[in-house]
């Protein structure tokens, strides 16, 4: 049919049991929609393929569908969805079956995490764009039996997502973008039918629990031939149950290259580089001593290339200090630490910021008298050593670290 509005019975059919008013352009929110009181007997309702308008996405709104206390299956699949209303399913105290498939939603409806749905136990949120599974997604939904969450962009699955989830007995996780799950995922669970197929897994020695698994449980774990490696290259496309457990690597995070005591002038960009490789590809963040904020909440400071590169625009006396960046994988963590110096740009005048350095513990004019100073900053030597005596002219520097103060006197 073509209904753009939702009949007016205008009496109650006490007996009605279902209703179905599928592919129609009925919106899901309708000031009329308290016809559902007329219904009270209603048990099952489809309202799939409704679009009210291709262009705009649907929200159900609180109270959407109070009234029908005795409904057991609701079926709201390619209409569009997008947002739910924590209390758009309040009333429905007798649902069992509710189908939301094909439609936009991005996270576990509202409804589902926090409502009171005690009486679910089909939830059907495939073909979405849900990106993950977090612990406590299903704790209202006590008699959950199924739940199926295939086709979706799923890429993480808390290790706490399924807990206490006794009555459970199929989950569709196939389709997705898992690369990896943690030991203990399914413990508790009483499943006869695990779908996990067809993910980009990351075959690495943190997954060896989950070849195990697999291998001892193929009964119930249905084309374990497509669950498959993705990464690394040396394993792509290989099953993951009959891969030998030395292929099955992991590196500890390693320090490739770091950058050397940095010094920058006032005002101008410079760069810290950290690169650190291990198996699985290490984290990295940076942190910066005495300083308890974010790296990238110093002024003109960002993160590239995967946080192995930290930018500061415009350098100046707040940047200076000791930067360390650290690298975490699976198998365990590093850290290296680089100094920043900054140095006032004065261009081509320096002498009026110039020092005297005066160096007393030097008995002779050999080439010791020269002592190269040059890891403390550039400068500039204007005089030779004398019997007892050196003096050398410094480009004055911003929070230098001195040289040992037990020799060395600068005076103006």
């Not at 199924?146 to 989950?171: C, K, M, R, T, Y």
């Not at 996990?196 to 990351?202: K, V």
């Not at 001892?216 to 394993?235: E, F, L, M, R, Y």
Request: hydrophobic share 40%; glycine share 6%; with cysteine.
């Amino acid at each position: 049919n073509a209904l753009s509005s939702y009949p007016d019975f205008g009496f109650q059919l006490t007996n009605l049991t279902v209703l179905d008013l599928s592919s129609n352009s009925l919106p899901l929110v309708s000031d009329n929609f308290t016809w559902a009181a007329d219904l009270p007997s209603l048990q099952y309702m489809n309202l799939s393929y409704n679009v009210f308008n291709d262009s705009e996405m649907a929200n159900l709104t609180a109270g959407a569908f109070s009234g029908l206390s005795k409904l057991r299956a609701l079926i709201l699949s390619d209409c569009n969805i997008e947002l739910i209303d924590q209390d758009s399913m309040s009333g429905l105290l007798s649902l069992q079956v509710l189908q939301l498939h094909n439609n936009s939603i991005s996270d576990m409806p509202a409804p589902l995490r926090n409502g009171d749905m005690s009486t679910l136990q089909i939830l059907n949120l495939s073909y979405n764009s849900i990106g993950a599974v977090r612990s406590g997604y299903l704790s209202s939904l006590p008699v959950l039996r199924i739940i199926d969450l295939q086709h979706n962009e799923v890429s993480q699955v808390s290790p706490q997502a399924f807990q206490g989830q006794q009555n459970i007995h199929s989950v569709y996780l196939n389709n997705n973008n898992i690369r990896a799950l943690s030991l203990g995922v399914f413990r508790g669970l009483r499943a006869s039918a695990l779908h996990i197929y067809n993910n980009p897994y990351e075959c690495l020695c943190t997954i060896q629990w989950l070849q195990t698994y697999v291998s001892k449980w193929s009964t119930v774990i249905p084309q374990s031939g497509n669950i498959t490696c993705d990464q690394p290259a040396s394993v792509a496309g290989r099953i993951l149950h009959t891969l030998p457990a030395a292929d099955l690597l992991c590196v500890l995070p390693t320090i490739a290259s770091i950058s050397n005591r940095t010094e920058a002038l006032e005002g101008t960009s410079t760069q810290l580089v950290c690169n650190i490789t291990g198996v699985p590809q290490p984290s990295v963040t940076w942190t910066k001593a005495g300083f308890s904020g974010s790296v990238t909440s110093l002024p003109g400071a960002f993160l590239s290339v995967s946080n192995s590169i930290l930018t500061i625009s415009s350098a100046g006396t707040q940047h200076i200090g000791v930067y360390t960046c650290t690298g975490v994988n699976s198998v365990g963590s590093i850290s290296a630490s680089v100094f920043l110096a900054v140095s006032e740009n004065c261009q081509q005048d320096c002498l009026r910021n110039s020092f005297t350095l005066d160096l007393f513990d030097f008995r002779s004019s050999g080439p010791e008298a020269h002592q190269d100073f040059s890891g403390y900053g550039s400068y500039d030597r204007a005089s030779t050593a004398t019997e007892g005596l050196l003096q050398t002219k410094l480009m004055r520097r911003i929070q230098q670290p001195l040289l040992n103060q037990s020799i060395v006197n600068i005076t103006r």
